[in-house]
């Protein structure tokens, strides 16, 4: 299944991409063989295994599996095997009493017929081994790479594999939201959701945190580190069970009732999925499970990730697509997942996986030899099957490299993803504050960071990642204020210039971001409110400490803090966009980034954004462009003293635009400090009105004579 092949369909809508872009239009060959080689593949896949849905449905049939009368279906993949067996407690841990029949193409199948009183021969909660005679006549003793159930005993240091069947499993209540037009995503941690230093469950997120972030106005909850993974400091992403949700947290039925729960409150849930690579774990992983070197992965140096240390799938194998589809079926369909963020897509769309490689933006970088277009193909099918099945779930990738068209429809050639995560914005920031004076923030390059996408492929911005919260590099939060948020947080003290600083631009730049960024916006958990310190996991380096594998929501209830500031305009924040559906609407019209008034200003779904950046210049009679005339007044404030601001403007104040184009704008308004503090009776003026900027403060504005 080699990727060479240019025979076979043209893409149907291909014209449309190259008409949105003619730049691409030299590489119109290299999008038709992508198109061709996902088409082909669909087509022998419905060829010989009678359509993708009954390909993507394998978990059913692989792994360990009950039937209606109670006896055992297994099935495995183990093309270098000389001879499986199933071994378990139900076997007293015969290795040879249940020997796998060989089928072709490397299966082998096995079926256990049910007991004299019809119970299944293998019960539920008991454990289970596949045994695995390799080429070398070795034994191995190896977990179902389709275990549902894996779990860890104090005591030991691998996963022991656990029949998952229960007499009665989690019913759904409540039916999945509708899809999104624009995503305020929550990314979550599940174990670490929780002051306590321990690792938290299901239960605790259930009914601890996910009325939290309803209360903040999120409506998507991201949730990591849910596909097993026996090192939990691996942050999620050195996968061993696939297809089992983590036992740390609790039950898969716990899971089910989670995501549930979040249902009935309309939040919609992703699965941030890893498909990239997976775990060098042999014991319990996937690595060497048939005791050859290769089976899901490719064999020899090209099957280990330098950096990551870890396995590469082999996309072009059919068994590998099979399992690969069949895992994302899974999640949505047995847990009620509404979609996926696809952790690593930089690693899997090239040979090199990004591994010392910059990319300019040149379109040669995206286009050649060294593009893996079975690892392409594979992210197309995906995509393809969540569309085809699952209409209303959504899929994101996590790419750094911007390839183009990655965004949009497999009809046009592209990768059939819904958004990408615009990577670009947390690293700018943070390379403002840790090279830059705030004297020297260049707003032109701000601007052009934020705004700098393709047009009609959506981005999801967000100003941190999760990343940045891990033990070696610092928050946003951390970065603005790092000591003295020790001491420095509580009301009691004085609002010392880093403090006051911290706080304010913590504001502005989430604000910024989410507003002018892209189509939909991202928070890590914590994030919201400037969670102090970073995140380090339990591990020989900290004592196997908890101390900071947590997230402390505490500090927001408490009134004496001041993280409770930055929580309640997150939330207003959310709740405006929520309003106004910023988010969905067109890209903002920016009519000012100013460089020497460290000013930015633009228009987004008829709100007008004021942002001034200048460490302590205020101005008075400030003109800004509007395109839509009429009375406006202040919407969002991020110096109102409930956001831990110095209330220097009056809400009350109406301002009034002037028919005076200027930056581009029919319509304008000025700016003017006396307005904002003084308790007389306003003077209207016929064309403008005089109000003040403040430093270090955004503002939103409203037109009341559109109001919504």
Request: net charge negative; with cysteine.
């Amino acid at each position: 299944m080699a990727a060479a092949s240019t025979q076979g369909p043209r893409a149907p809508k291909l014209a449309q991409l190259l008409e949105r872009d003619p730049y691409l239009a030299p590489f119109e060959q290299d999008f038709q063989r992508r198109y061709a080689l996902f088409y082909n593949r669909l087509k022998s896949i419905e060829e010989n295994e009678g359509g993708l849905d009954k390909f993507s449905k394998s978990y059913k049939t692989f792994g360990v599996n009950q039937f209606v009368d109670g006896g055992v279906y297994c099935k495995e993949w183990a093309p270098g095997a000389e001879a499986v067996f199933l071994t378990g407690d139900f076997n007293g841990w015969n290795p040879f009493s249940h020997p796998y029949k060989k089928m072709e193409y490397g299966k082998w199948e096995l079926f256990i017929p049910p007991g004299q009183d019809g119970y299944s021969p293998v019960p539920h909660g008991s454990k289970l081994k596949v045994v695995i005679r390799a080429q070398n006549g070795e034994l191995l003793y190896r977990i179902s790479p389709w275990a549902r159930y894996v779990v860890r005993d104090q005591d030991k240091v691998n996963y022991d594999w656990v029949h998952w069947n229960p007499p009665q499993s989690y019913i759904r209540k409540h039916r999945s939201p509708e899809r999104l037009k624009s995503l305020r995503i929550y990314e979550s941690h599940v174990g670490i959701a929780s002051p306590e230093g321990k690792i938290a469950s299901y239960k605790n997120f259930t009914y601890n945190v996910l009325p939290r972030i309803k209360d903040l106005g999120y409506n998507c909850v991201q949730l990591m580190a849910i596909m097993e993974h026996a090192y939990y400091a691996s942050f999620g992403y050195q996968v061993t069970s696939f297809f089992a949700a983590s036992s740390r947290y609790g039950t898969p039925d716990d899971l089910k009732e989670m995501i549930d729960v979040a249902h009935s409150m309309g939040i919609t849930v992703l699965l941030d999925v890893v498909h990239s690579h997976a775990s060098k774990n042999s014991e319990d992983g996937l690595n060497k499970f048939d005791g050859t070197d290769s089976c899901f992965f490719h064999s020899g140096p090209k099957g280990t990730h330098q950096l990551w240390d870890s396995r590469l799938f082999d996309y072009s194998n059919w068994e590998v697509l099979r399992f690969l589809l069949s895992n994302l079926r899974m999640w949505i369909e047995d847990y009620g997942f509404d979609g996926f963020r696809f952790d690593g897509v930089t690693s899997m769309l090239y040979h090199h996986h990004g591994i010392g490689t910059g990319f300019s933006g040149d379109y040669n970088e995206y286009f050649g030899l060294h593009v893996d277009e079975d690892a392409l193909c594979y992210l197309m099918l995906a995509n393809h099957m969540v569309n085809f099945l699952h209409p209303e779930c959504i899929t994101i990738a996590e790419d750094v490299s911007g390839m183009p068209a990655l965004c949009r429809p497999v009809a046009e050639g592209g990768g059939g993803f819904d958004y990408r995560l615009a990577m670009a914005i947390p690293d700018k920031w943070i390379q403002i504050i840790k090279e830059l004076k705030d004297e020297d923030w260049n707003m032109g390059n701000i601007v052009y960071t934020l705004t700098n996408r393709r047009y009609e492929e959506k981005c999801i911005a967000y100003a941190e990642s999760h990343d940045q919260a891990l033990v070696g590099d610092k928050t946003l939060a951390f970065r603005l204020m790092d000591a003295e948020m020790y001491t420095n947080m509580s009301v009691l003290s004085p609002l010392t210039p880093v403090i006051d600083r911290g706080i304010q631009l913590h504001k502005m730049i989430r604000l910024i971001t989410h507003a002018l960024g892209g189509d939909s916006y991202l928070n890590f958990m914590g994030n919201e409110f400037g969670h102090p310190e970073w995140l380090d996991f339990p591990r020989k380096g900290n004592n196997e400490s908890y101390h900071y594998a947590r997230r402390q929501f505490n500090l927001t209830d408490d009134h004496l803090l001041r993280y409770r500031f930055l929580n309640a305009f997150d939330r207003d924040m959310n709740k405006s966009e929520e309003r106004f559906g910023w988010l969905a609407s067109p890209p903002a019209f920016v009519s000012e980034k100013h460089e020497s008034n460290k000013v930015i200003a633009f228009e987004r779904a008829g709100l007008v954004f004021i942002f001034n950046f200048h460490p302590y210049q205020s101005y008075a009679d400030y003109r800004v462009g509007v395109e839509i005339p009429g009375k406006y007044k202040i919407l969002l404030d991020s110096d109102a003293s409930e956001y831990g601001g110095h209330q220097r403007l009056d809400h009350n104040t109406e301002y009034f635009s002037e028919e005076y184009p200027h930056n581009y704008r029919h319509n304008s308004l000025m700016y003017n400090s006396q307005t904002s503090f003084s308790q007389q009776p306003r003077r209207c003026h016929k064309h403008h009105i005089k109000v003040y900027i403040p430093s270090r403060v955004a503002i939103v504005l409203q037109n009341m004579d559109n109001a919504k």
